[in-house]
């Protein structure tokens, strides 16, 4: 089951800090973490600025339902309307959909970091539509519902992917710092040399001797 979710790296709860993320409704994720929002056919969004840990929570789940026997595919979104187009080349598009279909859970990670063509987000439109009501979708972004249009080109069509993904939906939202803008800052600390020391180019090497 995970081998097959294709998830880019093993997530799990165990390994996400709250406390760094005090918005995020922790009580709240580890009812999800049970997998009865997959028997209710619910949809979970994730929305935040890059770094806030959204990925990391999306796989955790996404693990958790592989644990429970459940059937779950992971892709960001880039990638799978890439793929959607290809197959409509190839004339498998109907094949592809049907496959997404079988899935218990979808997880579409970062949308909103590329804007789509009008093809591209009528492939994603279909992807959302087909699994209302049949299926779990778990969404990433860093864009506020307003801010969606920019992306699909289309107001209408951002409405009605926007009124078929919220309709039984958990929403949290990630509000704290960057994880990885953190870890940047404290790794630059840590190499940063002593203070108490002056640069190379200011030390005195003239020797002294004593009389």
Same mark, same amino acid.
């Given at each position: 089951m995970v081998k097959s979710a294709r998830f880019p790296v !093993?997530? &799990?709860l165990d390994t996400f800090d709250f406390s760094l993320q005090p918005s995020i409704n922790e009580k709240l994720v580890r009812e999800l973490m049970t997998g009865e929002y997959l028997d209710r056919k619910e949809n979970i969004l994730l929305v935040g600025n890059s770094g806030t840990g959204k990925t990391h929570l999306a796989s955790s789940l996404g693990f958790a339902g592989c644990m429970q026997g459940r059937k779950v595919r992971f892709f960001t979104v880039k990638v799978l309307v890439t793929h959607l187009l290809e197959m409509t080349e190839q004339r498998q598009l109907e094949r592809t959909l049907r496959q997404l279909e079988r899935q218990d859970l979808l997880i579409l990670d970062e949308f909103g970091y590329v804007p789509f063509s009008k093809t591209a987000s009528e492939l994603l439109f279909e992807v959302v539509s087909r699994a209302y009501e *049949?299926?779990? #979708? !778990? $969404? &990433? &972004?860093? #864009?506020?519902?307003d801010s969606w &249009?920019? $992306?699909l080109g289309c107001e209408r069509l951002t409405g009605a992917l926007l009124d078929r993904l919220t309709h039984r939906v958990h929403i949290m939202k990630a509000?704290?710092?960057s994880y990885r803008l953190r870890e940047s800052k *404290? *790794? #630059?600390?840590?190499? *940063?040399?002593?203070t108490d020391d002056p640069p190379d180019h200011e030390r005195d090497d003239r020797q002294v001797y004593p009389n």
């Amino acid at each position: 089951m995970v081998k097959s979710a294709r998830f880019p790296v !093993i997530k &799990t709860l165990d390994t996400f800090d709250f406390s760094l993320q005090p918005s995020i409704n922790e009580k709240l994720v580890r009812e999800l973490m049970t997998g009865e929002y997959l028997d209710r056919k619910e949809n979970i969004l994730l929305v935040g600025n890059s770094g806030t840990g959204k990925t990391h929570l999306a796989s955790s789940l996404g693990f958790a339902g592989c644990m429970q026997g459940r059937k779950v595919r992971f892709f960001t979104v880039k990638v799978l309307v890439t793929h959607l187009l290809e197959m409509t080349e190839q004339r498998q598009l109907e094949r592809t959909l049907r496959q997404l279909e079988r899935q218990d859970l979808l997880i579409l990670d970062e949308f909103g970091y590329v804007p789509f063509s009008k093809t591209a987000s009528e492939l994603l439109f279909e992807v959302v539509s087909r699994a209302y009501e *049949r299926q779990s #979708l !778990i $969404v &990433t &972004t860093n #864009l506020p519902f307003d801010s969606w &249009t920019e $992306v699909l080109g289309c107001e209408r069509l951002t409405g009605a992917l926007l009124d078929r993904l919220t309709h039984r939906v958990h929403i949290m939202k990630a509000n704290g710092p960057s994880y990885r803008l953190r870890e940047s800052k *404290r *790794r #630059l600390k840590q190499n *940063r040399p002593d203070t108490d020391d002056p640069p190379d180019h200011e030390r005195d090497d003239r020797q002294v001797y004593p009389n």
